[in-house]
């Protein structure tokens, strides 16, 4: 079975509206999957896999090519399509080292327009032999308040065996966003499933056939770092996929099945499908997929000694600041959850510290706390242990809570106003709204939990409530049964619509075939709501 790539012709803004990215080869996908780069001998080198941008600011942005041969990476962004007096940003010499993927930051960039970029791979041993360039879009983020800002969420991505289906048209989610035309997506985290085998066809309950497109390396779990290179690029061989790509840009965190399911640092694996047991190993080869894949500020062009890392800041104008959390690196292991001392938690402590200090000082006017793990949602790991912040006692703060409890409380004695969590994970969409007068722990103030999810993944119910922080389900769609396919449940996504005139925030929950199943405006300048 087969998909359609992407060529190298450069797709004008309109028509990458209409979806009408140019295909010029395809990559043929049998049994063989993909010829290496290395074996490529001949021609120019091409971006078959198309292009993305991520963490753009007013004034930045980064932009991602993967190459079919060693290269340099050449881009050139514009004010217009015509690309008349286009700016040069010359970008790294792409090879072997990173899976002949390139990322090249973008500075000076104009606040509140679109750029129209494109990029161009030159051979490295004759600068006259180059590409046919590839081309994207994306808009910076405005300087002034009125402008408003509006973008997307979810994440749970080719999960639980479900794949790139050419029978239902691949990924639709992705093109149902592009059309949305958002300023940037949020991806949630489980951007892959490096445990999740693709099976070539999957049996319904109703005796329905699900096809998957297969490759190698979706053929058992990920151990090597090629293996994880190659579970990236399985999502990339889906042409909803690049079109969103090249036209919205990303901004993008991991959670577990970047990994494998539920780990944590540390963990030893009793797994006969792993040869690899320590997940340390494994953590470190999937971090480095991860940051070759995607452009993701805090993973590229260091060169200040600093951690690489995966939390952030990602500043969106004056009324947004998007606080990009890690709840999987720095965790302490899995377990019952009922310690009266916990300073590690979820996030480390070294996390929390950083985050206090960015939430103090922000001046947006919204803050967006992009967890990759909800707050109050009981997600167990087994029959014992938990795999999340909750572990259901109802009763004061234990374990993870304790550290979540912290965060609470310094934003309220703060008065840190407008904070927001958005989270993706346990495959539906809810609203959760958490108030002290319902909590076992009370020193907080009000605040909103939005859950959406999967984009292209299994269906499951929805998980108990955990009262320790005193959520009230105001709304919930989540299938009976677990694992419905993307042919038997929709899948979900959230949209954040912030306007720049009042300063208010709507959030809808909507799934798949354009409808909008919940809708909730929030005021700004309130500590809690």
Known sequence: MSLPVPGSSSPTRRGVLRGSLAASAALTLGGTGLAAPAFALSGRPRAEWGVQAGDVTASSGLVWVRADRPARMLVETSATESF????????????????????????????????????????????????????????????????????????????????????????????????????????????????????????????????????????????????????????????????????????????????????????????????????????????????????????????????????????????????????????????????????????????????????????????VLAADMPIGLVVPDGAANFEAIAQGDPGAPLGRELQIAELLRFVKHRRITGTVWLTADVHYTSAQHYAPERAAFQDFAPFWEFVSGPLAAGGFPANALDATFGPERVFVRAPERANLSPMESPQYFGEVDIDGHSGELTVRLRAEGGTVLFSKVLQPGRVGQ
């Open 84 to 367: 008349r007096h286009a700016r040069r940003h010359f970008g790294p010499l792409i090879g072997a080292g990173t899976d002949f993927t390139g990322t090249t930051a973008l500075r000076g960039l104009p606040s509140g327009e679109q750029i129209h970029y494109r990029v161009t791979l030159v051979d490295p041993d004759d600068p006259r032999r180059t590409g046919e360039p590839v081309s994207g879009t994306f808009r910076t983020a405005p300087s002034r308040r009125r402008d408003g800002v509006r973008f997307l969420w979810s994440g749970d991505i080719a999960g639980q065996g479900w794949g790139i289906n050419p029978d239902i048209g691949g990924f639709r989610a992705y093109e149902e966003m592009r059309r949305l035309d958002p300023d940037f997506f949020l991806c949630s985290g489980d951007t892959i499933y490096a445990d999740g085998v693709i099976q070539p066809s999957v049996t319904l309950p109703d005796g329905r056939i699900w096809r998957n497109v297969t490759t190698p390396e979706k053929a058992k779990v990920a151990e090597t770092l090629d293996e994880y290179r190659g579970n990236f690029r399985y999502n990339l061989l889906d042409h909803n996929v690049r079109a969103f790509n090249a036209q919205v840009p990303s901004v993008v965190q991991w959670d577990d099945h970047e990994v494998r399911n539920n780990w944590y640092p540390g963990q030893i694996l009793d797994d006969p499908r792993y040869t690899e047991k320590d997940v340390d190993v494994l953590a470190a080869r999937a971090s480095r997929a991860f940051g070759e894949y995607f452009p993701v500020s805090t993973l590229h062009a260091r060169g200040d000694g600093r951690e690489r890392r995966v939390h952030r800041v990602v500043r969106y104008g004056p009324l947004l600041d998007v606080f990009v959390l890690d709840m999987r690196s720095y965790r302490n292991a899995n377990s019952p959850g009922r310690q009266a001392d916990d300073t590690t938690g979820i996030l480390g402590a070294e996390q929390l510290a950083w985050l206090k200090r960015e939430l103090a000082a922000s001046r947006a006017v919204w803050k």
